[in-house]
């Protein structure tokens, strides 16, 4: 069966400007163009759209799912399970705050207790799986399984407390890194001050520390364009900054 650009539209529930768009950055092309021009999709285009959707839904860019599309090693049916993989952990963490919601208001009418660290084991999980979904697959390639597995179970395991705690020392971190910036000096005072803090907030998630590995992860922080957007959304160049502090406060300066 073959589709127009209008009737795929109306099939995928996505608008025929989508569609041009991504044929114009080619993304999306369509099987042939008919005599009258008009776009026209096959079977083929269509189980690539569905593909493309499903990358969306996970919050890849377009840039990013052209890259996995277009690479010569794409299986679609390996994406198909991996997409699978991916709705199921979604699942578990919606059950999971569902969960936590459920037994919240059940503490609120008097019928049950609960203790501070079920009130937020929902969104512990949410945040590991959010990271999961972002920078999992660098992260697991760069230190492994079972160091991650190690981190995620620590932050599973974190109380009250500790959680406080991380987000106190994470403001800190951010606050001393915007006005070490300013300074220019990433060896002054500030720039290590940064440094040393980047340390105790990387500590309250990892189980040992390595002066490699934190001079690795911020290496990271430049070479991945994912990282240095978050670190440079408010003055750019700061992820090279932390980067070159962390490699002095570290001894690995290159």
Same mark, same amino acid.
Request: aromatic share 10%.
């Given at each position: 069966?073959?589709?127009?650009?209008?009737?795929?539209?109306?099939?995928?529930?996505?608008?025929?400007?989508?569609?041009?768009?991504?044929?114009?950055?080619?993304?999306?092309?369509?099987?042939?163009?008919?005599?009258?021009?008009?776009?026209? @999709? $096959?079977?083929?285009? !269509? /189980?690539?759209?569905? +593909?493309?959707?499903?990358?969306?839904?996970?919050?890849?860019?377009? %840039?990013?799912?052209?890259?996995?599309?277009?690479?010569?090693?794409?299986?679609?049916?390996?994406?198909?399970?991996?997409?699978?993989?991916?709705?199921?952990?979604?699942?578990?963490?919606?059950?999971?705050?569902?969960?936590?919601?459920?037994?919240?208001?059940?503490?609120?009418?008097?019928?049950?207790?609960?203790?501070?660290?079920?009130?937020?084991?929902?969104?512990?999980?949410?945040?590991?799986?959010?990271?999961?979904?972002?920078?999992?697959?660098?992260?697991?390639?760069? @230190? $492994?399984?079972?160091? !991650? /597995?190690?981190?995620? +179970?620590?932050?599973?395991?974190?109380?009250?407390?500790?959680?406080? %705690?991380?987000?106190?020392?994470?403001?800190?971190?951010?606050?001393?890194?915007?006005?070490?910036?300013?300074?220019?000096?990433?060896?002054?005072?500030?720039?290590?001050?940064?440094?040393?803090?980047?340390?105790?907030?990387?500590?309250?998630?990892?189980?040992?520390?390595?002066?490699?590995?934190?001079?690795?992860?911020?290496?990271?922080?430049?070479?991945?364009?994912?990282?240095?957007?978050?670190?440079?959304?408010?003055?750019?160049?700061?992820?090279?900054?932390?980067?070159?502090?962390?490699?002095?406060?570290?001894?690995?300066?290159?």
């Amino acid at each position: 069966m073959e589709y127009t650009v209008q009737k795929l539209g109306k099939l995928a529930g996505i608008s025929a400007r989508t569609l041009r768009y991504y044929d114009e950055i080619d993304l999306l092309k369509p099987a042939r163009i008919n005599s009258s021009g008009y776009r026209i @999709y $096959g079977q083929g285009e !269509v /189980d690539l759209l569905q +593909q493309i959707l499903f990358y969306r839904e996970l919050g890849l860019s377009l %840039e990013t799912i052209k890259e996995i599309i277009a690479s010569p090693e794409f299986d679609s049916a390996k994406a198909l399970n991996e997409h699978r993989e991916q709705l199921l952990d979604r699942r578990k963490q919606l059950d999971l705050l569902i969960q936590n919601v459920e037994k919240t208001i059940a503490e609120k009418e008097g019928r049950t207790t609960m203790s501070n660290k079920e009130k937020f084991e929902g969104f512990k999980k949410k945040m590991i799986d959010e990271n999961e979904e972002k920078y999992g697959k660098e992260i697991r390639e760069k @230190y $492994g399984d079972e160091t !991650v /597995d190690q981190s995620n +179970q620590k932050v599973m395991n974190m109380t009250e407390s500790e959680h406080e %705690e991380a987000n106190k020392l994470a403001v800190e971190l951010h606050q001393t890194l915007a006005d070490a910036f300013k300074t220019g000096d990433p060896g002054g005072e500030l720039g290590q001050k940064a440094a040393e803090l980047h340390k105790n907030w990387l500590m309250i998630y990892w189980n040992s520390y390595s002066k490699e590995a934190h001079a690795g992860l911020a290496q990271m922080y430049v070479d991945d364009e994912r990282f240095t957007a978050y670190y440079d959304k408010e003055q750019p160049g700061t992820a090279a900054f932390l980067r070159d502090a962390i490699h002095i406060y570290t001894g690995m300066i290159k």
